[in-house]
């Protein structure tokens, strides 16, 4: 299973790369807009310098979202922002336009990240226009009483009946039980916010049995 990491803070990127298990960085313009400190004056420049400077951290898969509607516009952006590292995946979001970019830039060879997944259909029109990755956002269906990690279950299913090359990347985490889950049902990819990667080796026996080691290690004098 592979491990992204959600979020455009280079810092929380860099000290997540640090720990070696790393796979790639998934962003969207809601988390580019957290990191922005100016803006007033930051622009669409200053985003793909951004994204720049994540793949110089992450060997791996960088997601980086479109900010246009149409396909024509899609399109024009997807390939200015593939154009930024080879690493560049682009996201785009399932809608009708949306598609139509995707089959379009994945027929160029430019990687795709089918976002804002809700439904398993969504999954297989992704899957049919030549996408990478698909992201089904667990958290927000959880958050409206609907089971996400049921649609996580059927894409897989789906996606192995035709045997589609498409990774089922789990978006919208939330806590280390979407992690356990997904991994269980043998979704490819995590992207997982950066104080759930924290939680994830946290164990409250690991601290006060490192804690009991250490005092009796106190027993070994050096010699
Ligand atoms: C990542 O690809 C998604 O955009 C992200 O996981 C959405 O997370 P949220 O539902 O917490 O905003």
Do not use: W
Request: one cysteine or more; proline letters at 4%; glycine letters at 6%.
């Amino acid at each position: 299973m592979k491990f992204f990491i959600d979020t455009a803070d280079l810092d929380e990127i860099r000290a997540a790369n640090d720990l070696g298990v790393l796979d790639g960085v998934t962003t969207n313009p809601s988390l580019v807009a957290k990191i922005v400190k100016d803006p007033d004056n930051f622009t669409y420049r200053d985003f793909k310098e951004h994204i720049a400077k994540i793949c110089e951290i992450v060997d791996g898969p960088v997601s980086a979202e479109v900010t246009t509607l149409t396909a024509e516009e899609m399109v024009a952006q997807g390939e200015e922002l593939a154009e930024i590292d080879e690493n560049v995946v682009v996201k785009c979001p399932l809608t009708l336009e949306g598609l139509k970019a995707m089959r379009h830039l994945s027929g160029n060879g430019i990687r795709i990240n089918a976002t804002l997944v809700f439904s398993p259909t969504q999954a297989l029109l992704a899957a049919k226009a030549g996408a990478s990755f698909v992201s089904p956002f667990v958290g927000r269906l959880d958050d409206i009483s609907t089971e996400g990690m049921a649609l996580v279950e059927q894409i897989v299913g789906i996606y192995e009946n035709y045997r589609f090359s498409t990774e089922v990347l789990v978006a919208s985490i939330r806590h280390p039980q979407h992690v356990v889950e997904a991994a269980m049902i043998g979704a490819d990819v995590a992207t997982i916010p950066f104080k759930v990667i924290g939680q994830l080796l946290k164990h409250p026996l690991t601290d006060s049995g490192l804690r009991r080691f250490m005092d009796d290690a106190a027993v070994m004098k050096e010699s």
